[in-house]
């Protein structure tokens, strides 16, 4: 028998009987209609080198039509909708080039174990999500990045289309990054407790052919659709997958013209195991395979060494850098020395979190203690943060063309920033003042394609308040149950007596 509670999980996550149960409606139309042009009036606009102040910037449909004085733009479209944008400033969306939605779940609790989670727990939390639990979970991962300034994400996982409806309803630009492996058990990120006990890999053609597959139906169901979405063959991880599978995710992005991604050097583990096996670190074991090159970007790299930096860099590969992730795993990626060889940077979340301001702010400190700079503290600056957020972003999705930067003729993907905010002012310079003291809330509206999928600090296209509600439930449901089970230790630092 379903109970109320079934009930409104089902509402939510399908819209059934949604006209019939006041705030069960989760996905409502788009605010702006498809050819209409709105105005942003009186307002400062941000490229990653100038920053324009008191403009307009217009919008036509999807497109950016015009950005110069507000009275001309305003005779020129005399029937727009006007957003009066005095004190505000116009941002580039943010691009998130890795990120794992559902794992949102583990939040609390992830982020404090090590890479792999070194807490071994009697029940996985994921284990008590049903399919529809698990959707929800993306969705609410998806929504903290829109508040955040996001509007497109790569959602790096496997069976993306379970899922798929839901996290294209928000709004948002997406590239379902569907993932591949064929190593045969045990699989996952090499940890040092597996290395230990791992045997040769062994691959198994049937992994590889469902792998590829399941792209493929992706592919076929959801590359283009919306005007947003985009399908791009992953491998999983350098461990887990054969060159004969890395030569199939290849081939099938270079047939399509698609980007194709890879979690790569992301523990000493895993160069470890690499080179045990293979007798080569992880990245030669790619270049060996003839997955680099300009259309690849690689999740993480934080354990590269000087050999494995030339061939990314030699190859223009693209590097996704998730810096607060980094660090809670307790390291900073040698980002200066990929710069230097020629390697575009993007940036990313991971797990858990999908704040990209953070990201931006993380990265920048993290970057400038790696660099160790005669005068620290100087590069990179701010402007070169927003740079990777955005222009490096749109480079790894494969969009460089449309989306990245706020320029006639480009997408109008775009995000409104309050710059009236006491933490905001004064300033000098709003980029240096938003990415070393901003806060997501500082994002006012949120624009993809055109449409207003946030305005005025209110989520359009779902029912904000109720995924909260559900999502709380499902958490306290499921951790109570975990916490049952077994108990999970803090390992706190020994305090002095």
């Not at 015009?66 to 009066?84: E, F, H, M, S, V």
């Not at 309803?169 to 590239?175: F, M, P, S």
């Not at 198994?204 to 590829?212: I, T």
């Not at 307790?330 to 980002?335: A, D, E, K, M, R």
Request: hydrophobic residues 40%.
């Amino acid at each position: 028998m379903r109970t109320p509670f079934d009930l409104s999980r089902r509402q939510l996550l399908t819209g059934a009987g949604a006209a019939a149960t006041a705030g069960a409606l989760l996905f409502q139309q788009a605010e702006a209609a498809p050819g209409k042009t709105i105005v942003f009036t009186h307002t400062s606009v941000v490229t990653v080198d100038t920053v324009r102040d008191d403009v307009a910037l217009a919008v036509n449909g999807n497109t950016i039509a015009a950005i110069g004085p507000t009275d001309p733009i305003l005779q020129q479209y005399p029937g727009a909708d006007i957003y009066d944008a005095r004190g505000k400033a116009l941002f580039p969306g943010l691009i998130n080039c890795h990120a794992h939605l559902a794992a949102t779940i583990a939040r609390g609790f992830n982020e404090d174990y090590g890479f792999p989670n070194s807490m071994r727990l009697a029940i996985q939390p994921t284990s008590l999500l049903s399919k529809e639990e698990n959707t929800l979970m993306a969705v609410v991962g998806a929504l903290e990045g829109m508040r955040c300034g996001t509007t497109t994400m790569v959602e790096d996982a496997g069976n993306i289309a379970g899922p798929a409806a839901e996290l294209a309803k928000t709004g948002l630009r997406w590239v379902f990054a569907e993932t591949a492996a064929d190593k045969e058990a045990p699989a996952g990120a090499m940890s040092p407790e597996l290395l230990a006990q791992s045997p040769a890999p062994k691959f198994s053609a049937k992994l590889r052919d469902e792998g590829m597959q399941r792209i493929n139906d992706l592919f076929s169901a959801w590359h283009g659709k919306m005007g947003r979405i985009s399908v791009f063959p992953s491998a999983s991880l350098t461990e887990s997958c054969s060159p004969e599978l890395l030569h199939a995710v290849r081939d099938f992005a270079d047939k399509n013209g698609l980007g194709y991604t890879i979690h790569l050097a992301q523990s000493q583990a895993e160069c470890a195991y690499m080179l045990k096996f293979h007798g080569m670190r992880p990245t030669a074991y790619l270049d060996k395979a003839g997955f680099l090159g300009p259309r690849f970007f690689a999740g993480h790299c934080r354990y590269v060494d000087e050999s494995e930096i030339e061939l990314l860099g030699r190859s223009h590969s693209i590097i996704s850098h998730q810096a607060p992730m980094a660090g809670n795993r307790g390291v900073i990626p040698p980002i200066p020395a990929l710069r230097a060889a020629g390697c575009t940077i993007a940036n990313g979340t991971d797990n858990n979190t999908n704040d990209l301001l953070e990201t931006m702010r993380v990265a920048l400190i993290t970057e400038r203690i790696r660099r160790n700079d005669p005068r620290p503290g100087l590069q990179p600056q701010p402007e070169d943060m927003l740079a990777d957020a955005t222009l490096g972003g749109s480079q790894a999705v494969n969009q460089s063309k449309t989306i990245g930067s706020l320029e006639v003729g480009k997408k109008a993907d775009i995000i409104v920033l309050d710059t009236q905010r006491i933490h905001l002012v004064p300033h000098l310079r709003i980029v240096s003042a938003w990415i070393h003291n901003g806060q997501p809330s500082d994002v006012e509206s949120v624009m993809v394609d055109g449409d207003f999928v946030m305005r005025d600090r209110k989520i359009l296209t779902v029912d904000e308040t109720a995924i909260i509600k559900e999502a709380d439930a499902i958490g306290k449901r499921v951790w109570s149950k975990v916490q049952a089970a077994g108990a999970i230790p803090v390992p706190r630092l020994p305090r002095p007596a």
